[in-house]
């Protein structure tokens, strides 16, 4: 069973940037639609950005589109958000999930297509 960590969270002025990371314990990141997810208090788990098994497909959040980007490394197996412009509402808990590439109709940033979440990692964003 594939297991993720998150890492890079940070305390963060606006305008700043981080850099997520989603760990595996070793599986095989191309056979998993892979994505980010993020909740702030009070409010329901957004989607961020997913990407699909080779890459060729990504999705982004319109909240984020111009300053997110979500990548692969498929030689370490690892997930990565690299945030840009941070705003105060950015602030969140942030997510990584994955779900099997078989058991998937399509990529989407829907949280019920993903069956696979890490413990998540605080990003806060001042203004």
């Known amino acids: 069973q594939v297991q993720l960590v998150e890492s890079g969270g940070a305390s963060v002025q606006a305008g700043g940037s981080l850099r997520l990371s989603c760990a595996t314990n070793?599986?095989?990141?191309?056979?998993?639609?892979m994505a980010w997810f993020r909740q702030a208090p009070g409010k329901e788990r957004e989607g961020v950005a997913a990407i699909d098994t080779d890459g060729r497909t990504i999705l982004y959040a319109d909240s984020v589109k111009g300053r997110f980007a979500i990548s692969q490394d498929t030689i370490e197996n690892t997930l990565a958000l690299q945030m840009n412009s941070l705003k105060p509402e950015d602030t969140a808990m942030y997510y990584c999930a994955a779900v099997e590439s078989w058991r998937a109709l399509r990529l989407t940033l829907s949280s019920t297509d993903f069956r696979i979440w890490g413990q998540g990692t605080q990003v806060t964003v001042s203004s």
């Open positions: 070793g599986y095989t990141i191309t056979n998993y639609y």
